[in-house]
């Protein structure tokens, strides 16, 4: 019983599709890195699986039931989660509120307690901040909320789309090592980002996204060097 499985998937948003018959599995503690261009289908795919778009074509399978089709509240509370590029948090309410309502579905309401030690403990940080307002925080720190709202949901797959887009590369090391953490515990994850050099540290998978299917993969164990991303982003002609 696979995490996720993917098949043919057809969604985007208006006539013409962004996903074109998209085809992925995610395997029982897999962590996948997805990366590629700009605009060729990533936030799509995460959107779609998440029930936020309604695919014209395909199915979507997590551990076996198919979701395509349900509500996103049904598939939160299905236990996939997607942190959006993007978070959508409330500037006036504090750390520890917004990390304690995001525990709304019945399945993660049962392991708030274990799940906020386990948030404060991965972003200590945040345990120092828990009683400021969202909206006094760093960029950064906003983020490890954001994750922190998707493990408080009790995931049994993670989607996380580019969590370290315009930190620092301080804050960018801090993420990387929570990620790690939260990678290390066998949840499935499901990892978003332009950075490949990131994603070689955190999965075990990549799978390059492109005109809205997934094209070439790269198994993350072996090394890979920095001419042979280039040479997959831009052709062989770039790839000193
Ligand atoms: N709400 C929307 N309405 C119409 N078109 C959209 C919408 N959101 C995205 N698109 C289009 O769908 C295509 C794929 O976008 P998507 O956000 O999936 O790309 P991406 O691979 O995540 O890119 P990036 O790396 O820049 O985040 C783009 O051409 C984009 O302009
Ligand atoms: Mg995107």
């Known amino acids: 019983m696979l995490p996720l499985v993917l098949d043919d998937l057809v969604a985007g948003y208006g006539a013409a599709p962004v996903l ?3 085809t992925l599995e995610i395997g029982a503690r897999e962590r ?3 990366f590629g261009p700009n605009g060729h289908g990533k936030t799509t ?3 779609a699986i998440s029930g936020l778009i309604a695919p014209s074509r395909g199915s979507i399978r997590l551990f076996d039931k198919p979701i395509s089709g349900m509500s996103p509240a049904a598939i939160v509370a299905e ?9 959508l948090l409330f500037p006036e309410m504090e750390v520890l509120e917004t990390l304690r309502l995001a525990a709304h579905s019945a ?3 049962q392991t708030t307690a274990a799940s906020l030690e386990g948030v404060l403990t991965l972003f200590p940080r945040l345990a120092e901040r828990r009683s400021q307002k969202i909206k006094t925080l760093s960029g950064g720190e906003r983020q490890m909320v954001a994750i922190g709202v998707g493990l408080m949901g009790a995931p049994r797959l993670l989607a996380l789309d580019e969590p370290t887009l315009g930190l620092s590369p301080k804050l960018k090391d ?7 953490d939260i990678a290390k515990s066998g949840l499935p994850l499901l990892l978003v980002e332009q950075d490949v050099e990131f994603l070689l540290e955190l999965t075990d998978r990549l799978v390059m996204v492109t005109h809205g299917r997934c094209g070439v993969e790269l198994d993350a164990r072996q090394g890979i060097d920095h001419a042979t991303i280039m040479a997959l982003y831009f052709g062989e ?3 000193a």
């Open 20 to 22: 074109n018959g998209l």
């Open 32 to 34: 996948v890195g997805l």
């Open 45 to 47: 795919l995460l959107r």
């Open 79 to 87: 236990g996939l989660i997607h942190v959006p590029q993007s978070n």
């Open 107 to 109: 399945r993660a309401r």
């Open 174 to 180: 801090e993420l990387c090592v929570a990620i790690g």
């Open 237 to 239: 002609g770039h790839a």
